[in-house]
């Protein structure tokens, strides 16, 4: 089966400028999350749609973050304006109702502010 | 103090030896990954556990349940090996949302 695609794999864009990811999950996965990788630490979960609904957006910067699922297969995840601290790479994964703990990982958008 | 700590946070080896990467956790689980990164970003999962011990090739991933601990290692390592390899956990009151340890950086040097 193909994997979990993201795009695009490389953004460097001016702080205060806008910038939005794609992801495409698995076939059938029902379960779609965005995680935030900083240099250096662990991903940090933004959000986590169950279809075209949100399970959880607690530690999304809802000020600037804007994430959604319309049809509840591939996602658009939005920064505007981008800040210098949200110079990261941004993970896709995704899920199964079958096997809700087998995740399936993106190859990652690694974004810079400057 | 995280829920999920690794050692060491850096592991340097030379080819063919024997590696070993512990994670303890402070949270009751559904299921432990074993996760590997690049320097691209992506991740390729390992391993699923939630008991006992899996072997795939090179890799063998054992938890201890008891002792919230689980144990990644690598036989004859070779320089391919060379990761970020991270272990993550599905807490039992966290529905299926992983959370991460920060990582060790495995260099596998010829």
């Known amino acids: 089966e193909a994997g979990v695609a993201q795009s695009p794999r490389y953004k460097i864009i001016e702080k205060r400028q806008s910038v939005a990811f ?4 698995i076939s059938g996965h029902a379960t779609l999350y965005w ?5 250096g630490q662990g991903p940090k979960l933004l959000i986590q749609f169950q279809n075209n609904g949100v399970v959880d957006d607690s530690q999304l910067p809802k000020d600037r973050f804007s994430a ?12 505007q304006p ?12 995704s899920s199964s109702y079958r096997q809700p703990y087998g995740y399936t990982f993106g190859s990652g958008t690694r974004l810079t502010v400057v | 103090k995280n829920e999920v700590e690794q050692s060491p946070q850096n592991l340097t080896a030379q080819e063919g030896e024997f590696i070993t990467i512990n994670c303890s956790y402070s949270v009751g689980i559904s299921a432990l990954h074993w996760l590997q990164q690049h320097p691209g970003g ?12 899996k ?8 938890i201890n349940i008891q002792e919230k601990h689980s144990s990644l290692h690598i036989t004859a390592s070779h320089p391919r090996d060379s990761a970020v390899y991270i272990c993550a956990v599905v807490g039992e009151t966290s529905g299926s949302r992983l959370t991460f340890g920060e990582g060790t950086q495995l260099t596998v040097n010829p």
Not at chain 1, 68 to 79: A, Y
Not at chain 1, 82 to 90: M, P, Q
Not at chain 2, 55 to 62: E, F, N, P, V
């Open chain 1, 82 to 93: 981008a800040k210098l601290e949200d110079s990261a790479v941004y993970l896709c994964a």
């Open chain 1, 68 to 79: 959604e699922r319309l049809k509840g297969v591939d996602s658009t995840l939005k920064i």
């Open chain 1, 35 to 39: 995680y935030q990788q900083i240099l």
């Open chain 1, 22 to 25: 794609w992801c495409n999950p």
């Open chain 2, 42 to 53: 992506g991740i390729v999962s390992l391993f699923m556990l939630s008991s006992g011990k």
């Open chain 2, 55 to 62: 072997k795939h090739g090179r890799l063998i991933a054992t």
